[in-house]
């Protein structure tokens, strides 16, 4: 009974605790929180410890950058400017405290400092961060296609974000030099074969799926069509 009721006052504890953060700590907490560099990124090189430089020198050593690839950068947004990317509105509701809390540590850590503009914001220090980075190679960025129900409909409730295809293909084709696109497409969608041939019409060679977030199951033989054309 003592541990049930020490177990009770500490979750209790806890969730008034993340309320209080969601309401009310000031911005500058939430950039420590985050992790937020505060500087440029032309000022990343700059400040980093004669340690840290020769660490990354280190790690590079014998690596062609030119050869280098990062598949896994993720670009999201908000729908600003007609990008078409989409966040769950609980990320931001006073009624889902806990993820309030995370979507604002995640937009500090961005470096996103007005939502209204927070899709060309994210690119922007996207783009700035690699390409002040002299070895950065190119970067596979990823669309994120929503949630779908067993029967093909679109299922924003359990969708935590979406970034579109279009959104992704139009951002590879402007930065050719730095981005490498990644097409998003859920196996369930009515139209899914089509759009992977469109895309892979487009120059698509890489898939991103998340299936737990997605409600896919890779195993699912009503997959094998779409695979059979991944194979295509």
Do not use: C
């Not at 990320?91 to 604002?104: Q, V």
């Not at 500090?108 to 950065?136: C, K, M, W, Y």
């Not at 009515?190 to 199951?217: F, T, V």
């Amino acid at each position: 009974m003592r541990v049930t009721r020490k177990r009770t006052v500490i979750l209790a504890v806890l969730l008034l605790a993340t309320v209080a953060f969601g309401w009310i700590v000031p911005g500058a907490l939430v950039d420590v929180i985050g992790g937020a560099f505060s500087g440029s990124p032309r000022e990343l090189h700059d400040r980093l410890s004669p340690g840290a430089r020769a660490l990354i020198d280190q790690a590079y050593v014998g690596i062609d950058p030119a050869e280098v690839l990062d598949y896994h950068t993720h670009v999201v947004g908000v729908g600003a400017g007609g990008t078409g990317a989409w966040v769950n509105p609980e990320m931001a509701s006073w009624t889902s405290p806990i993820k309030r809390a995370k979507f604002s540590i995640y937009l500090s850590a961005s470096g996103v400092l007005d939502v209204a503009n927070a899709d060309q914001e994210f690119v922007t220090r996207l783009t700035e961060l690699i390409r002040n980075n002299p070895r950065h190679g190119t970067h596979a960025i990823m669309a994120f296609d929503q949630r779908y129900t067993d029967d093909g409909q679109p299922d924003r409730a359990h969708s935590e974000f979406y970034v579109p295809n279009d959104y992704i293909f139009g951002l590879a084709e402007t930065h050719a030099d730095i981005f490498v696109p990644v097409m998003s497409i859920h196996p369930l969608r009515p139209d899914a074969i089509e759009a992977l041939r469109r895309w892979a019409g487009r120059g698509g060679r890489y898939m991103k799926w998340l299936p737990n977030a997605m409600g896919i199951s890779p195993d699912d033989p009503r997959l094998d069509a779409f695979y059979d054309v991944m194979v295509e």
